[in-house]
C-alpha cells in the first residue's frame, strides 16, 4: 500500500536552534519528492522537488535530503526563525497512476 | 504575475446543500487540480484537470465534481453536503506538460467550507 509518514506529528524548538524533519515512504516506483511549508490559514508553497537521482537540495536555510533505496527523506531548517513556525507536508508522487500521497505534516512552532 | 485565486475563501452551508467553488490559475497555467485537507486526514487528492479534460481523479465518491473552461478556470462542485465535507478545499495550478501533474505546483489561499 502506498504511504507517506511523517515524523514528528509536531515539534517546539526554540528560535535559533536547527531541526529535523521525516518522511518515510512506500510509494512505488518512484518518481518525485516534494516539500511544502502551509502557513496556518494559507496554501502550501513549495521548498523543494527532488527526484530519484538527488540526495541534496537546498533552498535557503532549508535542505532536504532523499535516499530513495531507504525511502527517506529530510528536511533540515538551520538557524530557525519565527516564521519557520508552520506545517510542513512531505509528498511523493509515483511514476505511474494518477494519484498524489501526502503526508499528515508536521506542525513546527519556533518559539523566542 | 498573479497567483492562484479562489473564491469565496469562507462558506457556511447546511447538510444536504450544493457547494461550487471557483479556481482562477496563474495566465499561462493549463493544469488545475484539487485538493481537500482537513485535519484528521491532511491534504487528500480530488482530481485534476488538463486543457478541460478531467486527466486524473481521487477516491472522493461521485458528490464531488469539477470542470475546468477553456480559459483553464475551474470549478468544483459538491452536491448534497455532509458534515464531513467541511474542510479546506485548495486548488493548484502548474504549467502542465507530459506526465502526472506536469511540474511545480502554485497553491491558492484555499476556500474554507463549514458544514452545518
Known amino acids: 500500500k502506498n504511504q507517506v509518514e511523517q515524523s514528528p506529528q509536531s515539534l517546539i524548538i526554540l528560535e535559533g536552534k536547527n531541526c529535523t524533519l521525516q518522511c518515510n515512504y512506500t510509494v512505488s516506483p518512484f518518481s518525485n519528492l516534494r516539500w511544502y511549508k502551509q502557513d496556518t490559514g494559507r496554501g502550501p508553497v513549495s521548498l523543494t522537488i527532488m527526484t530519484f537521482s538527488e540526495n541534496t537540495k537546498s533552498n535557503g536555510r532549508y535542505t532536504a535530503t532523499l535516499d530513495a533505496d531507504t525511502k527517506q527523506s529530510s528536511l533540515h531548517i538551520t538557524a530557525s526563525q519565527l516564521s519557520d513556525s508552520a506545517s510542513y507536508i512531505c509528498?511523493?508522487?509515483?511514476?505511474?497512476?494518477?494519484?498524489?500521497?501526502f503526508g499528515t505534516g508536521t506542525s513546527l512552532t519556533v518559539i523566542p | 504575475k498573479a497567483g492562484v485565486t479562489q473564491t469565496p475563501r469562507y462558506l457556511i452551508k447546511t447538510r444536504g446543500q450544493q457547494v461550487t467553488l471557483s479556481c482562477s490559475p496563474i495566465s499561462g497555467h493549463r493544469s488545475v487540480s484539487w485538493y481537500q485537507q482537513t485535519p484528521g486526514q491532511g491534504l487528500q487528492f480530488l482530481f485534476e484537470y488538463f486543457s478541460e479534460t478531467q486527466r486524473n481523479k481521487g477516491n472522493f465518491p461521485g458528490r464531488f465534481s469539477g470542470r475546468q473552461f477553456s480559459n483553464s478556470r475551474s470549478e468544483m462542485n459538491v452536491s448534497t453536503l455532509e458534515l464531513g465535507d467541511s474542510a479546506l478545499y485548495l486548488c493548484?495550478?502548474?504549467?502542465?506538460?507530459?506526465?502526472?501533474?506536469?511540474?511545480?505546483?502554485?497553491f491558492g489561499e484555499g476556500s474554507r467550507l463549514t458544514v452545518l
Open positions: 509528498v511523493v508522487i509515483p511514476n505511474t497512476g494518477n494519484q498524489f500521497y
Open positions: 493548484a495550478s502548474s504549467p502542465g506538460g507530459t506526465g502526472a501533474f506536469g511540474g511545480e505546483l502554485f
